[in-house]
Structure formats: structure tokens, C-alpha cells
């Protein structure tokens, strides 16, 4: 059994262009029923469910800046993060720094699906991008 | 909900020391229950679940060769694959290649978890290696 106090939220994917990569995983099988801008991070994202509470987040940069931009122009298109719901992002990120992990933001930030988020730099967690995410 | 047809069974993540990167997911709140050797890639592999069906695994080389090694050698450490449990892999990779996918493996092959699996090549699914496997 998975832990309810830490599960997949989404695995995020940067793509070009949303149409043309949902086809590929509507052609697998998914289902999209969601689309939100986020402004903060300069991105449309579209959603489908992969497991009972995981998605698939699509990420399309909406202008030349964010981060998913600076993403694509120097890595492709690809997996860009993970990310994991935990009860309570500032309690959390505060355990991680204290355990010497490298947290991107000093305090935790709103995301998409009205959620307050933090990332784990990828130096401290192996070379993957980690998201954490608390339900508001 | 999500689509029993089309779920998500795991994200792989190519590691180059096991007990380091279990402790960074641990630390995050998940709980490894297993670990495999799968001698057909050359890796031992770990497991946590991540949510009711979809496992995190890692992978780490067991040898100077394989994939896996291969892949940390070119990129280092991170995300692999991702990987969806599908009802019939046969059937699904000939619907793929008649889609025009390119898929890894003319014929599916045992993976480990007593799957028979296939892999699209990430050039066909905009830069994500996409395993899809059915239980055996």
C-alpha cells in the first residue's frame, strides 16, 4: 500500500505544443479532462489521470520566457519533474533543508490545481527535478 | 477516474547507488518494500509504491554495461522512463507501429515484476522513453 501521508501528484512533461502530445498519450490509452493556465509559471497544462490520484501534467509554455521555455530551449522536450502531495509543503520543506536538501523557494508557492508547492533541486535529490505539493 | 485499460504501473529512475537514493525518497515520506535483479538490463531494481497501482523504481547498473549504465555515462543520473500497464502488449504495440510509433522491440520481452514489456522510442512521444507492459 502507498503511504497517504506521500503520493504521486503528477509527473510533468514540457511539450511544444499540447494537441500534438496529447495524441500520444490518448493514442496510449489516457484521457484528458483538464486544461488551466498558470501564470506564475508562464505555462498552459493540460491534465489526464494515470492512476487513482496521479495525472499527467502536460506543460506548454504560452510566451518566450518561464521556465518550461528555458527548458525546452536547452533539453527538448521531455519529463521535467515529479511531483508528490504531502500533507503539510511547509513543515516538509522545512525537514528537508534541515536534512541539507536544497529547496528552490524560501517559502512555498501557489501551483496549478490550487496548490501550494515548493521543488527539491535536482543536485539534492540524484538528478530529478522534485515537486511537493499540499491540497489548499 | 482513470482509465483501467491505460494506467500508470511506474516511473524508473536510473541511479548510480542504490541506499543513496532510496534515503532521498524515504526522506521525502515513501516506504521501499522490494528490491529485483533483472538480468535481461543489467540492473538491480527498488521499488516504493507511489500511489494504488504505480510504483517509483530504481535502477541501478549491476555491471559496465546495459542500458542503464549507457544512460548514466551519457546524461547522469534522473528520470528514465515512464511506464504504462496496458490489458494486451502485443496487440497494443501493433496498434502503435500502425500508428507510426517506433517501438524498441519487434517482439515484447520480460521485464521485471513478471511483465511482458515493449518500450516507444522517445523520438516518436516528443523526448519520453514510454514503456507500456501487461501482468503475465
Known amino acids: 500500500m502507498f503511504n497517504k501521508d506521500c503520493f504521486l501528484d503528477h509527473i510533468a512533461v514540457a511539450v511544444e505544443n499540447l494537441d500534438v502530445a496529447e495524441k500520444v498519450y490518448q493514442d496510449l490509452g489516457l484521457t484528458f479532462d483538464k486544461r488551466e493556465t498558470v501564470l506564475d509559471q ?5 491534465f489526464a489521470h494515470i492512476d487513482e490520484n496521479a495525472h499527467i ?3 506548454m509554455p504560452i510566451d518566450k520566457k518561464g521556465p518550461i521555455q528555458a527548458f525546452l ?10 511531483c508528490y502531495r ?4 511547509v513543515k ?7 536534512l541539507g536538501y536544497k529547496l528552490l523557494y524560501e517559502t512555498p508557492r501557489s501551483g496549478a490545481n490550487n496548490c501550494l508547492v515548493n521543488f527539491i533541486h535536482p543536485k539534492s535529490t540524484g538528478g530529478v527535478l522534485i515537486e511537493i505539493s499540499q491540497k489548499m
Open 42 to 46: 508562464q505555462v498552459e497544462t493540460s
Open 57 to 59: 501534467e502536460l506543460l
Open 73 to 82: 530551449e536547452k533539453k527538448g522536450p521531455g519529463i521535467h519533474h515529479m
Open 86 to 89: 504531502v500533507p503539510d509543503v
Open 92 to 98: 516538509k520543506s522545512e525537514e528537508l533543508t534541515a
